[in-house]
């Protein structure tokens, strides 16, 4: 095992450090049952990155449980270098960053003991939007609550080089969790290093920055060395934790740490500490989506109840013509890769494209490319053998009447509470299934309002959104989806909704954000959008009650089983378009690239 500092030199060193305050926690400790023996070296080191105030350090204790650069900048801070050295997004697992960042912040705090501050400096080169993608709020939670509040350094700067174009999205992603403090002291630079070198002097940095700190490749052999070298300090440091059956007070777990419910039960700890001993092993590939469909021709055996007709919607709508309809047609028939598109579907997506010709045109090969690269969405979606998804999990009733305005309300509400049930690929399923559904049966509307009660939802829900499907949904839902969104209300809203917003609003678009409204308990501010009426009985409104609601809209999509089945076949032929065919990064942008296409609202 390497030489560890020694406490002595801390004491000479540090003029703020006292033996009676390391006295005084060592006393403290030792009427903690629950917690592990730890040495006074690492007292030391909590008390000083707690700027030796003894309750902040308790507390830093309490919740305790990649390569440092050899020169420090003018105010002797300590800089930490962080680089990805394999940008492959595949093999990239956050939980096991975590672990090779704590690793080498601990060993090196023992090795090198106390500092006045510290810098991390990140290089975000090679960084894809792959990358992005496997952040899941739970695990950003629990890292930023230890970063910020457990973990014994002083940090004076977070910085970021060579910023990727989605770092906006990054951001909205990570703020959340960030305290003001912690925004105060991030910064982003880009190919101009000047301002950086007025925090970080140049002789500081790695040679391949111009620097004098050795190249990146030998940094990551002496600190692969140097963790290798001290095996038996992270495995005796593993064994480092809290027992939660001996502690005084009331016993503490995921709820009352990171404020989660339902099945998130593994502390901290099995988050960084669990196989610390050695290195991650290569990460194995994932494949994040399958795409694979069949496509399959129209057919009229769809229609089990009554749907529009092309004549109700040429008398209802005088901008309506024939002409563009045919034009649309004519268009479609030489889309080798479109499935068949019937008149009707045609005028559905004309109108919600205010009956403009090409638009149209990109928002038809928009919807049914999306559908045939995102079968976790828009397969298995008959509800005779998937009821779990389709009818048991949410509720999305179309409501009878419409607003002032004429657009028709869409109500939803989760039937089965259980996060364990739940996920974001079958909410989204579900919502499609009544949204389509409802527009074939009652035709075109001015527009279409989403009221949400979310009386019910968790932060254990929230836990199960993940990037890909939030980004996709959108892209989906503003790109393709033939209907005018007019408003999404949300009633009952929980006290993590702000991070709900900050994790959805990098994906919408200002118009439709614009149309996003919060209610709080008192229904007055929604009835200025949706008339009291228009609602269902338990809302103070006129229509079914929920319940009733749940029945009514179970035996539709019941009746229309054989509807869902055969248009789950209408898909495009990739093999068949011409040009280039497209993939879930020509249209997300997973793998780094951006959305191009407009949509409408």
Known sequence: MGKFQDIEVEYEKNKELTKEDVNLLKDWMEKQPHLPKISEFQIIIFLHSCYYKIEPTKTCIETFLVAPLKKKTHDGYQIIYCKFFNTDANKFVFSDAVKVFDMVILLMLHQLGTAPGYLILGDLAGISFGHMTKF??????????????????????????????????????????????????????????????????????????????????????????????????????????????KRVEKSRNDENIFGMQGTYRRFLIAFIASDSAVLPPEFNSRILFSCISVLLPISASWKMSRFATAEEEYEKNPELR??????????????????????????????????????????????????????????????????????????????????????????????????????????????????????????????????????????????????????????????????????????????????????????????????????????????????????????????????????????NILENAQYFVEDEKRIVDESKRDGKPKSDNDIFGVGGGRETNRGRI
């Open 136 to 245: 899941l709020p739970t695990h950003l939670m629990k890292f930023f609550l230890y970063f910020q509040e457990a973990l014994p350094i002083r940090l004076k700067g977070l910085l970021f080089i060579n910023i990727p174009p989605f770092m906006d999205k990054l951001m909205a992603l990570l703020k959340p969790f960030m305290k003001k403090e912690l925004l105060s002291c991030l910064k982003l630079y880009t190919n101009n290093f000047d301002e950086l070198y007025k925090t970080i002097p140049r002789d500081c940095f790695p040679d391949e920055y111009g620097g004098e700190a050795g190249t990146t490749d030998e940094l990551v052999k002496i600190w692969k060395e140097n963790l290798i070298a001290n095996t038996g300090f992270f495995v005796e440091d593993e064994e480092l934790i809290a027992d939660e059956s």
């Open 322 to 555: 024939k002409e563009d309809v045919e034009a649309v047609q004519d268009w479609v028939s030489k889309q080798n890769h479109l499935p068949p598109i019937d008149e009707l579907e045609i005028i559905l997506f004309l109108h919600s494209c205010y009956y403009r010709i090409e638009p149209t045109k990109t928002c038809i090969d928009n919807f049914y490319t999306i559908r045939t690269l995102c079968p976790e969405f828009f397969a298995n979606r008959d509800p005779r053998t998937n009821p779990a998804e389709t009818l048991n999990l949410l509720l999305y009733a179309p409501l009878p009447k419409l607003t002032r305005e004429g657009y028709k309300v869409i109500f939803a509400k989760l039937i089965d509470p259980n996060p364990d049930n739940y996920t974001f690929a079958g909410q989204v399923k579900v919502f499609d299934m009544a949204t389509m559904l409802a527009l074939h049966q009652g035709g075109t509307h001015n527009g279409v309002v989403v009221v949400t009660d979310m009386k019910e939802v968790t932060f254990s829900h929230f836990t199960k959104l993940g990037v890909v499907h939030i980004k996709k949904f959108f892209y989906y839902l503003q790109h393709a989806m033939p209907v005018r969104i007019k408003g999404l209300h949300f009633l009952n809203i929980p006290i993590f909704m702000d991070k709900i917003v900050g994790l959805i609003k990098p994906f919408m678009k200002g118009e439709l954000f614009q149309v996003l409204y919060l209610h709080t308990d008192k229904l007055d501010t929604l009835y200025k959008y949706v008339p009291k009426e228009c609602l269902p009985r338990d809302y103070g409104g006129d229509m079914d009650s929920v319940q009733n609601l749940i029945k009514i809209q179970n035996k």
